[in-house]
């Protein structure tokens, strides 16, 4: 009797371990792009309807390769600094100056990062034919409307999505 209370424990703790790991990498966050998040219009997957010929599709790949290893150092930072901040707020003592600073230097890493993804953007805009970019812009103001960009929805247009087209 006591193995059988132990086996269906084990089962119970492994199925909800699995459980968390699979709920981690839920819609919108894998790389294919299937959730239709930001992950989706990362890629030649977003533009699907388009029509993209073969050599668009070379071009925007090679591009979001570059633009990952250009920003790589960026992202890096962004983050060790959230941590530190995150500390600097935890603290028993709040230390204003080290926080205000803290946040400083965020900022900038910020700034850098949406001044490199309007670079992307302009790359990219140059990869497809005008109709292509007639037919995204539709395609990004009805999906506006249906994620509802107003208060208490994050909308597409919060968080710089609106800063990388593809």
């Known amino acids: 009797m006591q193995k059988r209370i132990i086996v269906v424990a084990l ?38 309807g388009l029509g993209l010929t073969a050599e668009q ?6 591009l979001r390769l ?10 890096l930072s962004q983050e060790k600094l959230r941590v530190e901040l995150q500390a ?20 900038k890493v910020r700034v850098k990062m ?11 805009e140059e990869i497809y034919t005008d109709e292509q970019l007639e037919k995204m812009k539709t395609q990004l103001e009805g999906q506006v409307g249906q994620r509802g960009g107003g208060r ?3 909308g597409m247009w919060q968080r710089g999505s609106r800063n990388c087209i593809f």
Do not use: C, M, Y
């Not at 570059?66 to 992202?75: G, V």
């Open 11 to 48: 089962v119970a703790v492994l199925t909800l371990g699995i459980g968390q790991g699979v709920l981690a990498f839920g819609p919108g966050l894998g790389l294919s792009g299937t959730g239709g998040g930001r992950s989706a219009r990362l890629g030649t997957q977003g533009a699907s």
């Open 66 to 75: 570059r633009h990952l290893d250009e920003t790589n150092d960026l992202r």
């Open 88 to 107: 600097l707020w935890s603290a028993e003592s709040l230390d204003a100056e080290g926080i205000a600073a803290k946040e400083a230097e965020l900022a």
């Open 57 to 62: 599709q070379k071009q925007l790949s090679e």
């Open 152 to 154: 208490g929805g994050r």
């Open 114 to 124: 949406v001044e490199t993804s309007r670079k992307l953007r302009t790359e990219a």
